[in-house]
Each structure stands twice: as C-alpha cells, then as structure tokens.
C-alpha cells in the first residue's frame, strides 16, 4: 500500500476506534499528503459509514432480510442501495 493510504487507514482505524487519541505524528503526516478539504471529506466519509454503531452497540439494528446478508451497491453517481 502507498504510505498516503496508509496513513489515511491508520486515520480511519483511529477515527472509530479511539478518536481523542489521534496521534499528533500521524496528523502532521496526513496534512503531507492531504489538504484541509480532503482531510475533512476523509473525517466526514469515515463518520458517515460509522453511525451504525450506535445501533449495533444497543443492539437495535435490524436487517435488511431476515437471516440474509445484504449486498451493498453504487450506482455511478455514487448513490448506494442495497440487494
């Protein structure tokens, strides 16, 4: 994996695991690679596919079929939908 990928998954694995203890050394290696526009759309895009952690965690989450797994898809506008 190039190192800009590797610092944006530490980024990502540290945003939903233990937000409050982003190291200052992987911030100051993110802003090497990213800009503040690109950062923000990388925190946003993170947060956005991690609210249902809310639910799992309480164990209110439901499934889309009942004992099925749920195919995650993209159209070319990048809207997502599930089959």
């Known amino acids: 994996m190039d190192p ?3 610092a944006a998954v530490a980024f990502a694995t540290q945003l939903m695991t233990q937000p409050n203890a982003i ?3 992987l911030l ?3 802003r090497s690679f990213f800009s503040d526009d690109q950062l923000i759309e990388l925190t946003l895009d993170v947060m956005k596919w ?3 952690k809310v639910s ?3 164990g209110t989450d439901r499934e889309i079929r009942e004992g ?3 195919e995650l898809h993209f159209d070319e506008n990048g ?3 599930f089959s």
């Open 56 to 58: 799992v965690a309480l």
């Open 68 to 70: 099925e797994l749920s």
């Open 79 to 81: 809207k997502w939908s």
């Open 50 to 52: 991690n609210y249902q």
């Open 23 to 25: 190291a200052e050394e």
């Open 28 to 30: 100051v290696e993110l």
């Open 4 to 6: 800009h990928h590797k």
